[in-house]
């Protein structure tokens, strides 16, 4: 099993990375306020996430490595996204306030499936 769930790590990046181009205004919702030019920080995002799930494809496993750190990089840049919906849970009614808080250390664990998927 945890073979395989490294093995999708790659194409479930690959793939939360199009959605961001797919649907760009749910990601523009969780954006926090502070932040300028959020359509292009959407973008920008998921051009990462899609980038570095290819590179977790890769059969190179130097490049696999870097996939990864990529993706940790990537992970702790939207981090504040989450943390502001965690804030700002009014703006959300439709997703429980225990689901908001779940998603903050929620990314430790895709960073961890990251990481093992770049060292398989």
């Given at each position: ?27 523009e919702s ?49 981090f504040p ?38 060292r398989r």
């Amino acid at each position: 099993m945890t073979r395989i769930l490294e093995h999708a790590a790659g194409p479930v990046f690959v793939a939360a990375g199009i959605l961001h181009f797919a649907k760009p205004k749910i990601y523009e919702s969780i954006m926090p306020d502070y932040l300028p030019a959020q359509r292009e920080l959407v973008y920008a995002s998921g051009v990462a996430e899609a980038a570095g799930g290819a590179l977790l494809l890769s059969g190179d496993p130097k490049v696999r490595r870097f996939g990864a750190w990529w993706l940790v990089a990537t992970l702790i840049g939207v981090f504040p996204a989450n943390l502001h919906m965690a804030l700002n849970p009014d703006r959300y009614p439709q997703i429980p306030k225990a689901g908001l808080y779940a998603r903050l250390p929620l990314q430790l664990v895709f960073i961890r499936w990251v990481l093992a998927a770049g060292r398989r």
